[in-house]
C-alpha cells in the first residue's frame, strides 16, 4: 500500500509531487534497507520498467534507472571521438634563408640583417588532434554496487613537416654556433648554381594511456520510480599506463654543381640526417572517485583521479652522414650536423616517481533503455616528461671538428644537455556513445 498511495500522489499532484521527490526516495530506500536486491522494493534502484504505470511517468522509469549508472544491464562500454591538444614544445630555428647574392660567409646565419627563418623559433605539436577512447566494465554484483572498469585512449599525432627545396633566388642553410670559432655560423644547403639541396624537417608526437580498475559505489540516491534526481559516488582504484612518444629529425639531401667555388668535386652527393627521439612510460596506482547526478534523461557526471608511479624516460640520440664522390667511392660516417658520435649521439634513461592528476566533467543523455550519449572536457597534467626537441645541442652550438669526418682536438659540441623534462597539459573534448547491457 505504501508504493501504490505514492503512486497515487504523482498522478493528482503533477509537478508539485515530483518537485518532493528528494525526501520520498530517502524514505523509500529506509524503509527497503533490508532488502535492497529485492526487485519489488526497488531498495537499490532497481528496473521498475515492469509498472511504469504505477510511478505515474510511463516509460521515463527505463531512462533513469540507478540514476543514470549505465542502463539496465550488468555491463556497459563506450566509445569516444576525442579531440584533444598538448602544449607542444619549443623548437630552436632549423632552416635559415638568405637573398641570392648574398656573401657565402653571411649566409643563413643568425643575427645578420638578410638573414630570415623559414623553420623553427616556434611551438611545434601544439595544435588540436583526432583520437579515441575505449571504455568498458562489468557489474560484479546485482545491485551494481562493486564491479572492473578498463580503458584505452589514444589522442593521434599531430605532426610538423617542412620541406624547403632549390630556389634561385634564394640561398638555405641550417644555422648553428660555431663553438670553435666562437660566433654564428650556418651549413649551406642551396646556393643558385653551386649547390642543389632540399632539406626537411619532421616532428610528431603520440599521447596514449590505459587502466584497469575496482569500482566501489559509496553513496546512492534515488527515485525508485524514475522521476525524481538521482546522484551516486563511485570510488575506484587500480593499475594506469601512460605514454608519450615524441620525434625530430633533419634531413639533407644535396649535389655539389658543375658551378660551384668551394673545394668539392661536382656531382659530389651528400647525405645529412639527424633524429631526436624521446619516450616517456608511467606505470603505477591509480585512485579518484567519480559522481553522477541525473534527473529524468538526462545527467550531468565528473571524476577525479590520481595516478602515482614510476616514470622511465628514454632519448636516443642520432645521425648519419653519406658522401657519394664521382670516382671516389662512397663513405658513410656516423654524425650529420647536430649529432656526433663522439659527444651526443646514444641512448639515455632515467626513472623518476611522479604524481599525475585527471580530471573531466561531462553531460549526458539516455535515449533508450540500452544506449545513450555523452560530451565532456578532460584535463592531464603530467609533469617532467621528456621532449625530442628539448635535447637538440643547446644553443646549437657544434664544433665542426667533432662532425664526420672527426677530427682531433674537438670540444665538448654538439653536447647532450642530459635527459631534460617539462610539464605535459594534455587536455580536450570528448563526444561519445554508450551501450549497456
Not at 383 to 407: E, I, K, M, T, Y
Request: with cysteine.
Amino acid at each position: 500500500m505504501r508504493f501504490n498511495l505514492g503512486g497515487a500522489l504523482r498522478r493528482t499532484m503533477g509537478l508539485t509531487a515530483a518537485l518532493l521527490a528528494w525526501p520520498a526516495v530517502s524514505h523509500a530506500q529506509d524503509a527497503y534497507a533490508s532488502d535492497c536486491c529485492d526487485v519489488t522494493s526497488y531498495g537499490c534502484c532497481d528496473t521498475v520498467c515492469d509498472l511504469p504505470e504505477a510511478c505515474g511517468c510511463g516509460d521515463e522509469v527505463c531512462y533513469t534507472y540507478g540514476g543514470g549508472r549505465g542502463g539496465l544491464g550488468g555491463a556497459w562500454f563506450s566509445a569516444d571521438y576525442i579531440l584533444w591538444q598538448l602544449d607542444g614544445d619549443y623548437v630552436p630555428p632549423l632552416v635559415t634563408a638568405s637573398p641570392a647574392g648574398t656573401p657565402i660567409v653571411d649566409s643563413a646565419v643568425l643575427g645578420q640583417p638578410t638573414t630570415s627563418i623559414l623553420a623553427g623559433d616556434e611551438r611545434i605539436g601544439d595544435g588540436w588532434r583526432s583520437g579515441y577512447r575505449l571504455r568498458g566494465g562489468v557489474w560484479l554484483d546485482g545491485c551494481q554496487t562493486i564491479g572492473i572498469a578498463g580503458d584505452y585512449f589514444n589522442t593521434g599525432s599531430d605532426g610538423y613537416d617542412y620541406s624547403r627545396s632549390q630556389d634561385p633566388n634564394t640561398i638555405v642553410g641550417r644555422p648553428f654556433f660555431n663553438s670553435e670559432l666562437d660566433e654564428p655560423d650556418a651549413e649551406l644547403v642551396s646556393v643558385p648554381n653551386e649547390l642543389d639541396g632540399t632539406v626537411t624537417v619532421r616532428g610528431s608526437d603520440t599521447f596514449q594511456g590505459a587502466g584497469i580498475s575496482l569500482q566501489q559505489n559509496l553513496i546512492r540516491c534515488c527515485d525508485p520510480c524514475g522521476c525524481g534526481p538521482s546522484f551516486t559516488l563511485d570510488v575506484m582504484s587500480g593499475y594506469r599506463y601512460y605514454q608519450l612518444d615524441s620525434s625530430l629529425s633533419i634531413n639533407e639531401q644535396l649535389e655539389v654543381l658543375p658551378g660551384t667555388t668551394q673545394p668539392l668535386v661536382p656531382g659530389t652527393t651528400i647525405s645529412v640526417h639527424d633524429q631526436f627521439d624521446a619516450k616517456n612510460e608511467f606505470h603505477g596506482g591509480e585512485i579518484g572517485l567519480m559522481a553522477r547526478r541525473g534527473c529524468s534523461w538526462w545527467w550531468i557526471d565528473g571524476s577525479a583521479k590520481l595516478a602515482i608511479g614510476a616514470n622511465r624516460r628514454t632519448v636516443t640520440v642520432g645521425g648519419q652522414t653519406i658522401n657519394n664522390v664521382p670516382g671516389g667511392g662512397t663513405a658513410t660516417f656516423d654524425g650529420g650536423l647536430l649529432t656526433s658520435e663522439v659527444t651526443n649521439i646514444g641512448r639515455y634513461t632515467d626513472t623518476s616517481t611522479v604524481v599525475i592528476p585527471e580530471f573531466r566533467l561531462g553531460l549526458g543523455a539516455q535515449l533508450t533503455c540500452n544506449l545513450g550519449i555523452h560530451a565532456g572536457y578532460n584535463v592531464i597534467l603530467w609533469g617532467d616528461v621528456a621532449r625530442a626537441a628539448s635535447h637538440l645541442p643547446p644553443g646549437l652550438a657544434v664544433d665542426p671538428r667533432n662532425l664526420p669526418p672527426v677530427q682531433t682536438g674537438g670540444g665538448p659540441e654538439p653536447a647532450f644537455p642530459g635527459v631534460t623534462g617539462s610539464d605535459l597539459v594534455a587536455h580536450g573534448f570528448d563526444f561519445g556513445v554508450d551501450f549497456t547491457y
